[in-house]
């Protein structure tokens, strides 16, 4: 019985006395330091082990960090991006508005001179609405009855003679511009008492071409005259510009001449007109009685 306890502790002590060198050999590195630090060499080592570990971690966790901060300085440049088109924008619309505002200006400031060079009180008007038919050449204004607005009274620009009021309402009125095919205005070429070429001005098919017709044939026309009203026809006062002569079919002494105008108020364009608040003379009765003395 002895001798086998003897055996089992000479088993045992083996695993004892690694287990005792293994405490002491962790002892002593726990308690060994460097010379020049001072600092324990088990602390260094296992600082070591985890800067072999951390080193890889910080550097996906950075990268991951600086790519999503990427994301995030995209959006923030879209969206500034964004913010700086719409403001261009704003701008843009600020300017145009500032630069139809001066264009506006101008246009009045021409329909006042077109007041002050008159003899006739002007009504400024704005065209609210066009025909977009060329059957009909029409626009709608923004004055009516109540602004003092009759049938017949005729509406111009700075630039000249525009048509006739056909329609009036409360708050509107129609106006029939030079080019109508229908109308007709009594017309001159040249300044009256100065010349004999007298005729009747209507529309054509042509949109920005009117016609002057029943010009004798013998009477010299040429191209670049300036063509007026005549006042015969019993609705436009005389010396309104019409426009400039731009062809002349020649006629003869029985044949009368075909001749074509531009009209000077650039009727395509315009934005504001002035109306005219003219009445023509009442004719005498005996004038009234005769034959095909009526204006139509």
Known sequence: MA??????????????????????????????RQVASGQRIIRVWAQTGADFV??????????????????????????????????IQELEVE??????????NERLRDL??????????????????????IWFDSSIV?????????????VVTNGGLVGRITAVGPLTAQVDLLTRDKSGVGGI??????????GVVS??????VVEMRYVSGSID???????????????????LKIGEIVEVRTGSATVPHQIFIRPSSRIDSMQEVGILLYEPPARPDFERELPNATSK
């Open 221 to 239: 026309v040429q191209p670049g005259q300036i063509v007026y009203t005549s006042g015969q026809d019993g609705i436009y006062p005389a010396g």
């Open 189 to 198: 070429v040249g300044q009256i008492g100065e010349s004999n070429a007298l």
């Open 95 to 104: 300017l145009k508005g500032r630069e139809d505002l001066e264009a506006e």
């Open 54 to 87: 951390q080193s890889p971690v910080t550097t996906v966790t950075a990268a991951v960090k600086n790519y999503f901060a990427s994301i995030s300085n995209l959006r923030s440049a879209q969206d500034e991006n964004t913010q700086l088109k719409e403001k």
């Open 3 to 32: 001798e086998r306890s003897q055996k089992d502790v000479w088993r045992i002590t083996p695993w004892l006395v690694i287990i005792l060198l293994l405490g002491n050999f962790l002892l002593m590195a726990f308690d060994a």
């Open 203 to 208: 529309g054509t098919s042509r949109k920005n």
């Open 112 to 133: 006042l001179g077109l007041k002050e060079n008159t003899n006739y009180k002007v009504l400024n008007a704005r065209i609210i609405g066009r025909d977009p038919s």
């Open 142 to 154: 923004n004055r009516g009855s109540l602004d003092g607005v009759k049938l017949n009274m005729p």
